[in-house]
C-alpha cells in the first residue's frame, strides 16, 4: 500500500493553510498515494494557543471538514486530517462553558468523501523548560477513546489502522492497545516543538514501531511558524523492524511516499512473534 505523509509549516492565515494542504494532498495523489495523512494543526498555528477556539466546528458540519471531504473526494484518497479544533461541550468540573475549549480531533475520509472514523487527542502537551512553555489543557478537552478504522487496500488486504496525535506518542501502552486491536499501522500526524523533536521524534516513532511489530507514519509540522514557533518536522514512515523507509530531511512543507509491504510485516511478525509471548 502506498503512503504519504506530508509535512507543513501551517501559519495564522486559515484560508493560505488549506490551499497549501489541497496542492500537497494533489501531490500525493499524483505520486500514487492510497493513503494520505496531514500533520497536526494543518488548518491553524495561531498567535496564542485561543485563536483555535475562533475557527471551532461541530463535529459532522463546517467548512473545514467540507474541504476535506471534497478533497479526499476528489482526489479518490483516504484521507486522515491532522488535526482541526472540533467543539467540545461544556464541562461544569473544569468551569469550562461551551465553546471555551476544544477537541484537537484527528477525522478520517474515505474516498467518497464521507467520515468514517474520529480520534480526539488524549493526552495534552505540557512542556516548560524555563524558556519554552506550553500547557494544551488551558484550551483543549483531552480525548477519552482509542480509535481505529479498516481500508481495504488495492493490494487485496485490509489493514487495520490506529489513530494517535503528537504528544500520544509518549504513551506506548496506546499503541501496545492498537496492536492487541489488531493494527497493522499506526498513525502520528504532530507538531513536534523543535527541542523535543531534535532528541526524541525518530527514537520514539521507531520503538512504537518495533514493540509492535508495525508499521508507523508520521506526518510533521517542520520550520519556522509566523507565531516565532519553530517545529521539528522530519516527516517519515517506518517499517515493522524499526527501519525509516522514507523521511523528509529539512524543513519545509513537501510530501513523503512509501510502499508499505504486507508480507514484510507478516514475516516480522513470524520470525519474531514478540506480540504472542506477552505476559501482561
Not at 493560505?16 to 494543518?42: D, H, K, M
Not at 488548518?43 to 463535529?59: N, V
Request: aromatic letters at 8%; hydrophobic letters at 45%; a negative charge.
Amino acid at each position: 500500500m502506498k503512503v504519504a505523509t506530508i509535512q507543513m509549516v501551517s501559519g495564522s492565515d486559515l484560508s493560505a493553510n488549506l490551499a497549501e494542504a489541497r496542492i500537497l494532498l494533489q501531490s500525493a495523489a499524483q505520486a500514487g498515494a492510497e493513503l494520505a495523512v496531514l500533520p497536526e494543526y494543518f488548518c491553524l498555528m495561531g498567535q496564542r494557543d485561543a485563536d483555535k477556539l475562533a475557527i471551532q466546528e461541530p463535529f459532522g458540519n463546517g467548512p473545514m471538514q467540507q474541504f476535506l471531504s471534497d478533497c479526499a473526494r476528489e482526489l479518490r484518497l483516504w484521507l486522515v486530517a491532522g488535526t482541526l479544533p472540533i467543539s467540545a461541550p461544556s464541562d461544569p468540573l473544569a468551569n469550562a462553558p461551551a465553546g471555551s475549549r476544544v477537541f484537537n480531533s484527528s477525522l478520517v475520509y474515505d474516498p467518497t468523501g464521507a467520515c468514517v472514523a474520529r480520534y480526539d487527542k488524549m493526552h495534552l502537551f505540557r512542556f516548560d523548560n524555563g524558556v519554552e512553555r506550553y500547557d494544551e489543557s488551558l484550551v483543549l478537552a483531552a480525548g477519552r477513546q482509542p480509535s481505529t478504522f479498516d481500508l481495504p487496500s488495492v493490494d487485496g488486504h485490509s489493514w487495520r489502522i490506529g489513530l494517535s496525535v503528537c504528544y500520544d506518542l509518549r504513551f506506548p501502552e496506546l499503541y501496545r492497545h492498537y496492536a492487541q486491536a489488531g493494527a497493522h499501522l499506526m498513525l502520528v500526524p504532530a507538531a513536534f516543538t523543535h527541542t523535543t523533536g531534535h532528541d526524541h521524534w525518530e527514537l520514539l516513532l521507531r520503538a512504537r514501531a518495533v514493540e509492535n511489530l508495525s508499521f508507523v507514519v508520521a506526518a510533521a509540522q517542520g520550520g519556522l511558524h509566523d507565531n516565532q514557533r519553530r517545529t521539528w518536522g522530519h516527516a517519515m514512515l517506518v517499517d515493522p523492524w524499526g527501519k525509516v523507509l522514507a523521511e523528509r530531511a529539512r524543513e519545509g512543507a513537501g510530501v513523503v511516499v512509501a510502499e508499505l509491504s504486507w508480507d514484510l510485516m507478516q514475516q516480522c511478525r513470524s520470525r519474531l512473534p514478540a506480540l504472542e509471548h506477552r505476559l501482561l
